[in-house]
């Protein structure tokens, strides 16, 4: 199944679902971002903080080298990492995600987080100080904003650009400076943290809410029970399911779907990343989606705990 596309604000379309690479390994990463194109994905979000650029962009030329797709038919986004936000870093980060990527435009580029970490020479992505605390730098995410619009434009090297992790101040802060406004706020979004009004705020903007960690992480969970319960766990869901023929995985992706978001789910077995995206045949009806609505308590599972004193620390406000 491949998945309908939507209109952004530039009037560029992007594909309504996608696949999810964080922790993706080498081979992982290859393998099924090239079985995902096989089987109907046309999106991948990676990122340069994940360090599969390289072969998330070998499956993608490489798919595209058999004659099954075409660039154009692959929306492709990845991240300019927090160590990237002094502005004259920006444009060098975007062509050495290019340069991972082996392709010569990027689809969507997001800024990671609003938070800027110290940029050293050789490049340590989560840089710490002797006590183990993260080493910020203060550049305003706007500053870091007007150089990413520099790369957007006829003969630059990104078609799209957007947000991650931004709160509703923080873009509205972006939408009353910027030339170009962002087209995406890719959050954390699940069942156990819908986002209702940041997906309202967002709509009201014409800014697409894309949906990470939409499964809640279960392998997390599994570790730690204090972390959000995924509803796939949940009987009623399996119930749901069962109704319309679909597991409880795909029950939570259409809940997304609905709600208005667009889902990454990051899968590396092929029997479930076939199923997640096979979930544009049903529709979940009102009630239902008032019951899978009364898992939201808000609680995160990425919650950037360790950027809590920084003074773009994002969750302090509601949403
Ligand atoms: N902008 C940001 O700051 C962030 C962005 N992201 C992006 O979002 C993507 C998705 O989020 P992620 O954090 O990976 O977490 P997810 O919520 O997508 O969880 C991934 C886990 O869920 C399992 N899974 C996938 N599908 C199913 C299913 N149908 N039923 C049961 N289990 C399933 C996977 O196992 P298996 O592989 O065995 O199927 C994997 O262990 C990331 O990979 C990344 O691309 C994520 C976090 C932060
Ligand atoms: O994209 C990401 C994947 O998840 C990480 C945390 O587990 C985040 O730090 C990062 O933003």
Known sequence: MTAPLINLNNDIQMPAFGLGTYLSTEFDGYKYTKFCLENGYRHIDTAYFYENEDVVGKAINDVISTGLLKREDIFVTTKLWNIHHEPELVEKACRKSLENLKLDYIDLYLMHTPIGYKYSENEELLPKDADGNFLFSDVDYLDTWKAMEKLVGPGRPVKSIGLSNFNSEQITRILENCDIKPVVNQVECNTSINQKKLIEFCKARDIVVMA?????????????????????????????????????????????????????????????????????????????????????TGQRTVPFNACKTHKYYMFNIEF
Do not use: C, W
């Open 212 to 296: 990470y960690s939409p499964m809640t992480r279960p392998h997390y969970f599994e570790k730690d029970k204090s972390l959000p319960r995924p509803a796939i766990l949940h009987e009623k869901v399996k119930e749901i399911g069962q109704k319309y023929n679909k597991s409880p995985g795909q029950v939570v992706l259409r809940y997304l779907y609905q709600i208005g978001t667009v889902p990454i789910p990051k899968s590396s077995n092929e029997n479930r990343i076939v199923e997640n995206i096979s979930i544009f045949d049903f529709e979940l009806s009102v009630e239902e989606m008032q019951f899978m609505d009364g898992f939201n």
